[in-house]
């Protein structure tokens, strides 16, 4: 699976941002998928994630009620919306894909994209 992150910029805050994740290959839809994102300086952290189906959904409690994370198997992608957005988001969006383990933990996820860069300016 390739993964492909897209729709970072810069923005003020309590703007919005909404992220893509475009896959290839047509396991996709078999995969649970999640956001991570780094910010300059700090370890990679784990923001939302999504089962495979849809069904279940899983966010970090600094972006809970804010963010909402979604995907399309038949368009074999995945997206992140961003509301309400803060300086403290600022950081580089990756996307991951895992078959299973914990969705928490970046060493279970098998494919990652390139990354997106956030920018919120106070």
């Known amino acids: 699976v390739q993964l492909q992150a897209s729709g970072g910029g810069l923005v003020q805050a309590g703007g919005s941002l909404r992220l893509s994740c475009a896959a290839s290959?047509?396991?996709?839809?078999?995969?649970?998928m999640g956001w991570f994102r780094q910010a300059q300086g700090k370890e990679r952290e784990f923001v939302a994630a999504?089962?495979?189906?849809?069904?279940?959904?899983y966010y970090a409690d600094s972006v809970k009620g804010r963010f909402t994370i979604s995907r399309d198997n038949a368009k074999n992608t995945a997206y992140l919306q961003m509301n309400s957005l803060k300086p403290e988001d600022t950081a580089v969006y990756y996307c991951?894909?895992?078959?299973?383990?914990?969705?928490?933990?970046?060493?279970?996820?098998?494919?990652w994209g390139q990354g997106t860069q956030v920018t919120v300016s106070s």
């Open positions: 991951a894909v895992r078959p299973l383990g914990s969705k928490y933990d970046v060493a279970w996820y098998e494919y």
């Open positions: 290959g047509r396991t996709f839809r078999s995969y649970n």
């Open positions: 999504i089962s495979w189906s849809g069904g279940s959904t």
